[in-house]
């Protein structure tokens, strides 16, 4: 199984970025797909996740200014950033699990599998 993310780059406060993850998971509909981020230092925190009916899930710090999507016929979902800040940057990482319930989509343990990061920096 792989996940690949992209999409990461340097980026001025209040600007946008998306990122895509193209994941081999099969059946990819019937996964939960999901972005966490870590900033250096911090713990890895949950950022988004879109179930297998296309409910989107988001932090509340990120609320408002992320939209998560999904295309099951590309195997690929994506996180639309906009009114990027500072406290933004991190290395950005998509994962996929097909068991969990709601509850389980917010905390990191939970999920089999990961992509390698793509790094998002806000700065001037």
């Known amino acids: 199984v792989q996940l690949q993310a992209s999409g990461g780059g340097l980026v001025q406060p209040g600007g946008s970025l998306r990122l895509s993850c193209e994941a081999s998971?099969?059946?990819?509909?019937?996964?939960?797909m999901s972005w966490f981020r870590q900033a250096p230092g911090k713990d890895r925190e949950f950022v988004s996740a879109?179930?297998?009916?296309?409910?989107?899930f988001y932090a509340d710090s990120v609320k408002g200014r992320f939209a998560i999507s999904r295309d099951n016929a590309k195997n690929t979902v994506y996180l639309q950033m906009n009114s990027l800040k500072p406290e933004d940057t991190a290395v950005y990482y998509c994962?996929?699990?097909?068991?969990?319930?709601?509850?389980?989509?917010?905390?990191?343990?939970?999920?089999?599998?990961w992509g390698q990061g793509t790094l998002v920096t806000v700065s001037s």
């Open positions: 879109i179930n297998r009916g296309g409910s989107p």
């Open positions: 994962a996929a699990d097909q068991h969990l319930i709601v509850s389980s989509y917010f905390d990191p343990v939970h999920y089999d599998y």
């Open positions: 998971v099969v059946p990819f509909r019937n996964y939960v």
